[in-house]
């Protein structure tokens, strides 16, 4: 089993849908959770860290579900804007600086 | 924000030859940078943790003596593909934490731009 599995997708939704990404992690351990955007051959950029309250950021809201083992990402009101890959990213704590990231899941918006 | 400079981004190179990346934390301070490699429509695997002052931890699989690493500051650490062959292409990104973040995984981290090796 992988250590952080998402659907690699690609979800096509149109602009204005609400879309939903789920990302399970196999080790129980983990600490931290965040949510980075790749464009195509570019660098990942952070979108936003996820915590254990759930959180939200303008249309994105960040879950995690610990006994499930899962994060998730909400994107309301999709833009065009919005076309990437969603990478979630798990890090370990105790000071072990390692993260491993998923696949990513692709999104494509359309007009 | 914090900003990572990697360079080159793009790299064509003969088999054969080594080549260096730089990454460089341009207005924070990084004890810690971390090498990444991604191939096509996969994910970002870690290839090695680089440490100001000591050598750098390698994941398993990632070879020591072919991926030299160096962190010779706490703004700079450098990637060397030594004797590089085609199979040696891909996407190579750094990423660092700021140093007054502490050491705790909680932090994000930040990315430099990436650069894309190919080798013919």
């Known amino acids: 089993r992988k250590e952080v599995e998402q659907d690699p997708g690609p979800f096509n939704v149109p602009e204005g849908a609400t879309v939903a990404f789920n990302c399970t992690y196999s080790n129980s351990a983990s600490q931290s959770f965040f949510w980075y955007r790749q464009d195509c051959r570019k660098e990942p950029k952070l979108l936003m860290s996820v915590y254990s309250s759930g959180n939200e950021d303008g249309r994105f809201t960040a879950q995690l579900n610990r006994a499930s083992q899962y994060i998730s990402l909400l994107i309301r009101d999709s833009k065009l804007s919005d076309s990437a890959t969603y990478l979630c990213v798990v890090s370990l704590s105790g000071g072990y600086q390692k993260v491993t990231f998923g696949t990513g899941t692709k999104l494509q918006v359309i007009p | 924000g914090a900003v990572v400079s990697q360079h080159p981004s793009r790299v064509i190179c003969k088999s054969g030859t080594s080549v260096k990346i730089e990454c460089r934390s341009l207005d924070f301070q990084a004890t810690t940078m971390f090498w990444y490699r991604q191939f096509p429509k996969q994910s970002l695997m870690l290839m090695a943790t680089s440490n100001e002052g000591s050598k750098a931890t390698y994941e398993q699989g990632v070879e020591k003596d072919k991926f030299l690493i160096n962190h010779a500051s706490l703004t700079l650490s450098t990637l060397t593909v030594t004797s590089a062959h085609p199979e040696d292409s891909s996407f190579y990104i750094c990423?660092?934490?700021?140093?007054?973040?502490?050491?705790?995984?909680?932090?994000?981290?930040?990315f430099g731009n990436g650069t894309r090796l190919t080798v013919t």
């Open positions: 990423s660092a934490r700021d140093r007054r973040q502490g050491f705790d995984s909680g932090s994000p981290l930040h």
